[in-house]
């Protein structure tokens, strides 16, 4: 990581944990917009984010992996090259995968893939390396309204709903705008999504 890690990045992203931890939902940066977050393990958790965001559409709904390493654990059949251009990428860019395990029931659409990002963000890395686990990256609006580019921009709804909002001195250079998107078939077919 090229950010320098303050003992304010480190107490903060820690208290961000424990909310996840006890089931809650955060509103954080990351390396492109201000995202609605949570345990993406925690079904219940899930389920309020949709409620939040007034919508049911699991295409919506990526999580942040600290590493390839932690991908793995949550797809068990993501095809290798997926991995490599996950490896090589130079902007953010979250994988669709086939093959999703091991997360919220709720978070997996009909075709079972997971869309999946390894942020390149100081602060997300610090709470992913806390959580251990995957941590749901959503954009912070109604459904159907414009997505926040940053923190002034999210609406009030939100902001109440949710159970801590990270400070924003820890949000970093975000792009302020949404990753590309790739999705992989199990046998490497590749589709991009979004530029």
Same mark, same amino acid.
Request: glycine fraction near 14%; include cysteine; charge should be negative.
């Given at each position: 990581m090229k950010t320098t890690v303050s003992t304010e990045m480190q107490q903060e992203a820690a208290e961000a944990v424990r909310i996840l931890r006890e089931g809650g939902i955060i509103l954080y940066p990351t390396d492109t917009v201000w995202g609605l977050g949570c345990d993406a393990t925690n079904a219940a958790a899930v389920e309020r984010i949709y409620r939040l965001k007034r919508s049911e559409n699991k295409k919506s709904m990526l999580v942040l992996c600290a590493s390839a390493d932690m991908t793995v654990r949550y797809v068990n059949k993501a095809p290798g090259i997926a991995f490599e251009v996950m490896e090589m990428a130079t902007k953010p860019l979250t994988l669709i995968l086939p093959g999703a395990a091991g997360v919220a029931e709720n978070l997996i659409p009909e075709e079972g893939t997971l869309g999946v990002r390894v942020p390149d963000h100081a602060f997300c890395q610090l709470m992913l390396r806390g959580l251990k686990r995957p941590i749901v990256s959503t954009s912070a609006n109604i459904s &159907?309204?414009? !997505?926040?580019?940053?923190?002034?921009? $999210?609406? /009030?709804?939100?902001?109440?709903? $949710?159970? @801590?909002? $990270?400070?924003? /001195? @820890?949000? &970093?250079?975000? !792009? /302020?705008?949404? *990753? *590309?998107?790739?999705?992989?078939?199990?046998?490497?077919?590749?589709?991009?999504? /979004?530029?």
């Open positions: &159907g309204c414009a !997505t926040p580019a940053g923190l002034d921009e $999210v609406a /009030r709804e939100i902001i109440d709903g $949710v159970d @801590f909002v $990270v400070n924003p /001195r @820890f949000e &970093g250079k975000p !792009t /302020r705008k949404a *990753s *590309s998107i790739i999705a992989f078939g199990e046998g490497g077919e590749v589709k991009i999504i /979004r530029e």
